[in-house]
């Protein structure tokens, strides 16, 4: 197991995004990576913890998550009825207690990689609530008086899709990274790593037809990488040679979402033939 | 000189933290910069700025301390000089390279290269253009600009292949800046800051606390509470100019159009349009055929409502001050603009105005008089955030 982070054969990381995870690990604070959608905020999770040989453990937030759920949760109802019903040890309060995605990180006996994924799904007050535990690593069972503490201070990564701006005193205690758009030699590693046996002719074609469409203004959804990868797919399995790509533009609906693009997109492509 | 940077950084309007700035200090003590300027300038980035629209300031301001002082890791290990950034200023001129010349040149990693450059700026001592060995300019060594080496550290300069790395001066970040324009998500994003929460409906979701009280009064037998959801109580009315001078805006402004249409958090959502002001009609279809009379479309609503009228506010005076000046040869109104836009206050009082011009040419009379009656931003999102802080 190493310490700094290389990227792994699946991951492609440009330089910057190395740096800036071996940072995190270094100064042992959470790491937030923003982003557009599809430029691998999530899979880097996966991949940190895949290079450094730790478990990884997820917490996919949602509009009605509270932080306290990522600690531990006290469950009452179980209780109430198991009381009700005679089953189980009520007495022992310590058995409804089930820890969180953070509390099991903390209480684990090995260092791991927690993922915070969608951060700014959840209230506006959610990561001011998590301040705290973030900076000490520790916290207490209310119902119990046991104090769960960090044995081994785990990696967290916490992504955003920046829908809503995080608190200023949050962001302080993190460190940043913006995902760029991967550029097109990037991507092409990228590419190569799904797709290994692609045409070279074929991938030139796609990328410049690419990255034409993503310089289109009128667009409301750029294509994003895993659209890329979807599309390039596609074309293999159609078994379409090159050239054919020169003046066509085949499966334009899986790199464009949205109806009103796919129209607007054709009509354009039609006016340049 | 590092405190020098953290006000610097203070001086051209990122908000660094004294906090940020001991973890940065930790960081290099920790080795983590080691002696590149390029990694500094990762490394600092990432602890310094949190948030992606100072991105561009960061890089702006990045560039223009190092330009003046030469930049001194703690091991004093290299430096890079205000000399050698001012040999780079400008390509002397460029080596045509043949294709052997080209493929000759070997491909570094980027760890064999910044130690290879870190080493030759330490022993170069003065000008270099178009050699192949010294940092300098238009030459094949990796190092400066202007060059035809494949990969290769930058040095201020323009790039000529777009493969040399990490310099702060591309100002690759120029345009997520927040002063400029927007799209579509920015503008939901923007506009999920417009609601108020409270509880209505049904009684949908579990009160645990409520649940557990009456169980306890229950003598231990359950009994189940439940309460309505929260749900957002905002009402926004949105009319818009569109047409004429509003042309050259018409794709930014249908993309607040959209983003709030889609955006399914109001209680209610109207929109209409006019032609550079309201009178007695208000459309309902951009081409501007189908309409409902203005009296009754304010009749439906009260100042429970927010309201946003998007225009340039530009238009000939009589537009807006007299009665038939309406900008339509075929239409005469019995109104004045003004007298509807006054009616239109008066019944939603959270109402502003969001211009698509840029402030420094809100100078018509029109405008001025528009922005007596309305609180007027800018469309952008820093304008339309204000917009919002506004009317909530």
Known sequence: MSNTFEGTSSYIANPELREVVNVALTLQKPLLVRGEPGTGKTLLAHAVAEALGMPLIRWHVKSSTQAAEGLYHYDTVQRLNDSRFGDGDVSNIENYIELGPLGRAFDADERSVVLIDEIDKADLEFPNDLLHELDAMRFVIDETGREVVANHRPFVLITSNAEKELPDAFLRRCIFHYIDFPDPDLMRDIVAVHHPDVDRKLLKQCLDKFYWLRRQDNLRKHPSTSELIDWIGALIRSGLNPEQLDDEFPFLGVLLKKERDLTAMANVIDARR | ?392
Not at chain 2, 57 to 65: I, K, N, T, V
Request: glycine share 6%.
């Open chain 2, 1 to 392: 000189m590092f405190i020098d940077f953290f006000y610097h950084l203070r001086d051209r309007g990122i908000p660094v933290s004294p906090t940020e700035f001991l973890a940065l200090i930790e960081a290099l003590e920790k080795g983590l910069a080691a002696a590149s300027l390029s990694r500094f300038y990762a490394l600092a980035r990432s602890i310094l700025v949190k948030r992606v629209e100072h991105y561009d300031l960061y890089d702006a301001a990045f560039a223009e301390f190092f330009r003046d002082r030469p930049f001194t890791a703690p091991d004093k290990r290299a430096e890079i000089t205000d000399d050698l950034l001012d040999w780079l200023e400008e390509a002397k001129f460029v080596r045509q390279l043949t294709e052997e010349q080209l493929a000759a040149l070997e491909e570094l990693d980027l760890d064999e290269l910044r130690e290879q450059f870190e080493q030759r700026l330490a022993e170069q001592d003065e000008r270099h253009d178009g050699g192949d060995t010294w940092v300098g300019t238009g030459g094949t060594s990796p190092f400066g600009h202007s060059g035809h080496h494949p990969t290769g550290v930058r040095v201020g300069g323009e790039g000529m292949r777009g493969s040399a790395m990490q310099i702060a001066t591309k100002r690759r970040f120029r345009n997520l800046r927040t002063d400029r324009v927007l799209d579509t998500r920015q503008i939901s994003v923007a506009l999920r800051k417009l609601r108020r929460l409270t509880r209505t409906g049904r009684d949908e979701e579990l009160d645990l606390e409520a649940t557990i009280d009456a169980t306890a009064r229950n003598a231990g037998d359950i009994e189940m509470v439940f309460r309505p959801p929260r749900e957002n109580q905002v009402k926004l009315l949105l009319l818009a100019d569109v047409g004429g001078s509003m042309t050259p805006h018409s794709e930014l402004v249908s993309r607040l159009l959209s983003a709030a249409s889609n955006a399914h958090h109001f209680k209610d959502f109207r929109i209409y349009y006019f032609h550079n002001c309201p009178y007695e009609t208000l459309y309902t279809d951009i081409a501007r055929r189908k309409g409902e009379p203005t009296r009754e479309v304010l009749d439906q609503l009260d100042r429970t409502w927010r309201c946003f009228i998007v225009g340039d506010a530009a238009m000939a005076p009589p537009e807006l001050m007299q009665p038939g000046g309406s900008v339509n040869y075929f239409h005469y109104n019995d109104d004045a603009g003004i007298t509807w836009l006054h009616r239109i206050r008066d019944t939603i009082e959270r109402t502003a105005w969001l211009n698509p011009d840029k402030p420094r040419w809100w100078q018509s009379f029109t405008t001025h008089k528009i922005g007596d009656l309305f609180p007027m931003y800018p469309l952008t999102l820093d304008g339309l955030d204000d917009a919002i802080a506004e009317v909530r």
